[in-house]
């Protein structure tokens, strides 16, 4: 923690510390690990599922209530969050969540009952829901301007290292059955965040809001390394403060804060109903539908190629995003996803052959999609609420976007194997491929391209009432 300094520990020492450069980078990079935690939540149940069902005798019903009852806890969390950040602070947040890391793995591993891991589940949705809304809001405002995008899509990436960890962890412990071990070893890493996020700093703009300048301003100089610049940027932050007072009443009143937080809510459900959950916490059961073993389904080359794609098309999308832009991203991601879904539900509903070559179609079909998404709708679905959001009321319009996405997690999750029973797999692939078609035509209608655009600039615009599709204006269309 950084409280006020002792006598011996004065403005001028301050002042003449040695330059730190890229203290911010590290600060964030250690942060941003909480999305290997996210990761892993979410992949680990992929692969322990079915283990889970046998020794507990579990229905289809109860199986979906285990995965949705984390996304329940993680629109809770996101909830609490929002109101914990501004009250504790960014970085007494985190210090919270990454405790509930440490407990939830441990109760799951220690549960005896099928309603003790119901609640276990739950603790570690609540942490997880906190912090996809804590970690990106506390690296936005430790990181430089010229650092920031990719920062916080550096948060993305520790996701998808966290999934692929999560099914290669899987793979190994399918040998022996153990799914306690699968869902338990989550609380080492767990354990390793919380001793890092001990020694972040908390946010200068949270310390700023709190009226603890002196504070605000020994963060500042510990994370730019130049005291010259940290008078200016507490100047532009206090400028921003004092702009978003009445935040959550702008949203209210301005028609021009209310379509972009929809249109933040739009991007959040349409990444969930693309239908990546689905293939994410059943991926097993998918792949059981062309045939593969249980071996196969968790630690085969399309089991554990889940991982390895989504890890490398995120590192794509990372490179590509100031290059291609946002929308060309997206265009293409939906378009993919939407002929890839397709393709699953035609070999389902004709039935997969026994050979090979038709088996391998069908993963091939599997992995295209998570690829799409990761180059997409993944990452760029958090990047755009980050920049369309007005800074006036940002975190309400992100709490709110946050929780939605949580919210359309869990009723694809929830649904997802019922609809199977109901339907049938070629009827309900078919409907996410619909949807990505239909999600496909909203970002044509209505997605802006931000690319090169300062979030000053955006905002300028949105309050112009300019349409959300023009933003930015030719040289960004």
């Given at each position: 923690?950084?409280?006020?300094?002792?006598?011996?520990?004065?403005?001028?020492?301050?002042?003449?510390?040695?330059?730190?450069?890229?203290?911010?980078?590290?600060?964030?990079?250690?942060?941003?690990?909480?999305?290997?935690?996210?990761?892993?939540?979410?992949?680990?149940?992929?692969?322990?599922?079915?283990?889970?069902?046998?020794?507990?005798?579990?229905?289809?019903?109860?199986?979906?209530?285990?995965?949705?009852?984390?996304?329940?806890?993680?629109?809770?969390?996101?909830?609490?969050?929002?109101?914990?950040?501004?009250?504790?602070?960014?970085?007494?947040?985190?210090?919270?969540?990454?405790?509930?890391?440490?407990?939830?793995?441990?109760?799951?591993?220690?549960?005896?009952?099928?309603?003790?891991?119901?609640?276990?589940?739950?603790?570690?949705?609540?942490?997880?829901?906190?912090?996809?809304?804590?970690?990106?809001?506390?690296?936005?405002?430790?990181?430089?301007?010229?650092?920031?995008?990719a920062m916080i899509l550096g948060y993305q990436l520790m996701i998808s290292c966290g999934l692929l960890a999560a099914f290669v962890s899987d793979g190994l412990f399918s040998?022996?059955?153990?799914?306690?071990?699968?869902?338990?070893?989550?609380g080492f890493p767990g354990l390793v965040f919380m001793m890092g996020v001990l020694f972040l700093p908390p946010s200068p703009r949270w310390l700023l809001a709190q009226g603890?300048?002196?504070?605000?301003?020994?963060?500042?100089?510990?994370?730019?390394?130049?005291?010259?610049?940290?008078?200016?940027?507490?100047?532009?932050?206090?400028?921003?403060?004092?702009?978003?007072?009445?935040?959550?009443?702008?949203?209210?009143?301005?028609?021009?804060?209310?379509?972009?937080?929809?249109?933040?809510?739009?991007?959040?459900?349409?990444?969930?109903?693309?239908?990546?959950?689905?293939?994410?916490?059943?991926?097993?059961?998918?792949?059981?539908?062309?045939?593969?073993?249980?071996?196969?389904?968790?630690?085969?080359?399309?089991?554990?190629?889940?991982?390895?794609?989504?890890?490398?098309?995120?590192?794509?999308?990372?490179?590509?995003?100031?290059?291609?832009?946002?929308?060309?991203?997206?265009?293409?991601?939906?378009?993919?996803?939407?002929?890839?879904?397709?393709?699953?539900?035609?070999?389902?509903?004709?039935?997969?052959?026994?050979?090979?070559?038709?088996?391998?179609?069908?993963?091939?079909?599997?992995?295209?999609?998570?690829?799409?998404?990761?180059?997409?709708?993944?990452?760029?679905?958090?990047?755009?609420?980050?920049?369309?959001?007005?800074?006036?009321?940002?975190?309400?319009?992100?709490?709110?976007?946050?929780?939605?996405?949580?919210?359309?997690?869990?009723?694809?999750?929830?649904?997802?194997?019922?609809?199977?029973?109901?339907?049938?797999?070629?009827?309900?692939?078919?409907?996410?491929?619909?949807?990505?078609?239909?999600?496909?035509?909203?970002?044509?209608?209505?997605?802006?391209?931000t690319r090169g655009m300062t979030l000053e600039q955006i905002e300028a615009e949105l309050m112009r009432g300019t349409p959300l599709r023009t933003l930015g204006g030719q040289?960004?269309?």
């Amino acid at each position: 923690m950084h409280t006020q300094p002792g006598g011996a520990q004065t403005d001028q020492s301050i002042r003449h510390r040695p330059v730190i450069r890229g203290r911010a980078g590290l600060i964030g990079g250690l942060a941003a690990l909480s999305g290997i935690l996210f990761g892993l939540d979410t992949g680990v149940m992929s692969g322990a599922l079915d283990l889970i069902a046998q020794e507990f005798i579990l229905s289809d019903f109860q199986r979906e209530s285990l995965v949705a009852i984390m996304l329940l806890g993680a629109a809770l969390g996101v909830l609490c969050a929002a109101w914990m950040s501004h009250a504790w602070g960014r970085k007494r947040t985190l210090v919270l969540t990454a405790g509930l890391f440490v407990i939830g793995p441990l109760l799951c591993a220690e549960a005896t009952s099928f309603h003790m891991l119901l609640f276990a589940r739950l603790l570690l949705g609540l942490a997880t829901g906190a912090t996809t809304f804590t970690t990106p809001l506390y690296i936005a405002e430790i990181a430089d301007s010229g650092r920031r995008g990719a920062m916080i899509l550096g948060y993305q990436l520790m996701i998808s290292c966290g999934l692929l960890a999560a099914f290669v962890s899987d793979g190994l412990f399918s040998y022996f059955g153990v799914w306690r071990w699968m869902l338990g070893i989550v609380g080492f890493p767990g354990l390793v965040f919380m001793m890092g996020v001990l020694f972040l700093p908390p946010s200068p703009r949270w310390l700023l809001a709190q009226g603890r300048e002196r504070d605000a301003r020994r963060v500042l100089i510990e994370l730019r390394g130049l005291p010259r610049m940290v008078m200016a940027e507490r100047n532009a932050i206090m400028a921003r403060l004092s702009a978003r007072r009445d935040g959550i009443g702008s949203f209210m009143r301005d028609p021009n804060c209310r379509r972009a937080m929809w249109l933040a809510v739009g991007l959040q459900v349409a990444q969930q109903f693309s239908g990546i959950n689905a293939v994410l916490y059943y991926a097993p059961h998918l792949i059981g539908l062309a045939g593969y073993g249980h071996y196969a389904q968790v630690w085969g080359p399309v089991g554990v190629g889940v991982g390895v794609i989504n890890l490398l098309s995120t590192c794509v999308a990372t490179t590509c995003v100031d290059r291609v832009g946002r929308r060309p991203m997206l265009v293409a991601g939906f378009a993919v996803m939407a002929l890839a879904m397709g393709g699953q539900a035609l070999m389902v509903a004709g039935g997969i052959p026994v050979m090979p070559g038709m088996r391998l179609l069908m993963g091939g079909f599997m992995l295209l999609f998570v690829a799409a998404f990761a180059f997409s709708a993944g990452p760029l679905a958090w990047l755009l609420c980050a920049e369309i959001l007005p800074l006036r009321g940002r975190e309400f319009g992100m709490a709110c976007s946050t929780c939605a996405n949580w919210i359309a997690n869990m009723l694809v999750s929830a649904t997802f194997l019922t609809g199977l029973e109901l339907l049938g797999a070629d009827r309900v692939l078919w409907i996410y491929a619909g949807l990505n078609a239909l999600f496909l035509l909203m970002v044509v209608l209505r997605v802006p391209e931000t690319r090169g655009m300062t979030l000053e600039q955006i905002e300028a615009e949105l309050m112009r009432g300019t349409p959300l599709r023009t933003l930015g204006g030719q040289g960004h269309s």
